[in-house]
């Protein structure tokens, strides 16, 4: 068990969470949405106080709290797990073997879940559940698991036994599933006929009546540079107040909202990174 800082066993009196007598934890494992910490940690007063609200607040799992800030690690928060459940705390070598086993279809549902198959029998099959879990829904019962580690750890035994065909997706899989939507092809073929046609029009006009074709395309562009302009406007216009502007957004859970990146280029602006690095970190999704 890692200590942090000067803190309590949760499930104490000092801490307020109880009595001293641990309370009971035998379906943690069942209950991998992280709603109780196991006993043991040691969290001051104040920061478990803090991830409660938190907790509330943002309708995240305390320990998923008191992770992102820094006030407990993911190691100890997992192998103080596996002690009282009494499951192996599974580290690198064990999930890349489990990793290795893995069709590459299902790369998306064991980040999704957190879980990955760790072994086989004739009857079921045992998992190697990453805590603490996304999702508060779960359909993996407590026989079935059959350890516990980090979503880092089982993410980095992903990319270690995927890392060739991550790239590949990287780069080309939108183009694969959805080549209308990927801008590896400039132009479909349809696009490729039309842009084609226009510009045989265009020399055919030029070479039938040069003085008239010139016109025509003049106030054809003038018309679409003002077309882009008076869209921009429109878009600084103040919002009409409407139910489709003042309704608020549907809130998502985490494991529902689509993955982004957001691309910072750099170059001799060294001097900016320290401000450019406190804005990303305080990006809320």
């Known amino acids: 068990m890692d200590p942090i800082g000067r803190g309590v066993p949760i499930g104490s009196n000092a801490a307020g969470d109880g009595p001293a007598t641990p309370r009971d934890h035998s379906d943690l494992v069942r209950n991998t949405t992280s709603e109780h910490l196991p006993p043991g940690l040691l969290i001051s007063r104040d920061d478990l106080e803090f991830a409660r609200r938190e907790s509330r607040n943002t309708k995240t799992d305390m320990a998923s709290v008191l992770i992102a800030y820094g006030m407990i690690s993911p ?3 997992c192998r103080q797990m596996s002690q009282n459940a009494r499951l192996p705390y599974l580290r690198g070598p064990t ?3 489990a990793a290795a086993v893995c069709e590459p279809s299902s790369i ?8 990955i198959p760790a072994s086989w029998d004739t009857t079921v099959t045992r998992y190697a559940a990453a805590l603490p879990s996304s999702s508060r829904s779960s359909n993996t019962s407590a026989h079935e698991v059959a350890g516990i580690t980090t979503r880092q750890e089982l993410g980095d035994a992903i990319r270690h036994t995927f890392r060739q065909r991550l790239c590949e997706d990287a780069a080309l899989g939108l183009a694969r599933r959805a080549p209308e939507f990927s801008a590896a092809r400039r132009l479909s073929g349809r696009q490729s006929v039309f842009a084609l046609f226009v510009a045989l029009s ?3 006009a030029l070479i039938a009546a040069p003085h008239a074709t010139f016109w025509v395309l003049t106030l054809a562009l003038t018309g679409f540079f003002l077309s882009v302009v008076a869209l ?16 608020t957004p549907q809130a998502l859970p985490d494991d529902e909202l689509p993955t982004y990146s957001v691309l910072v280029p750099l170059f001799g602006e060294a001097n900016m ?3 450019l690095l406190d804005a990303l970190c305080a990006l809320d999704y």
């Not at 998306?108 to 879980?115: F, K, L, N, P, S």
């Not at 921009?232 to 309704?247: E, G, M, Q, Y």
């Open 75 to 77: 190691q100890a928060y």
């Open 273 to 275: 990174v320290p401000q």
């Open 108 to 115: 998306a549902q064991i980040c999704r879940t957190g879980r």
């Open 232 to 247: 921009r406007c429109l878009v600084l216009w103040p919002p009409v107040d409407s139910p489709l502007h003042t309704k």
């Open 202 to 204: 265009v020399i055919l």
């Open 95 to 97: 999930l890349r073997r």
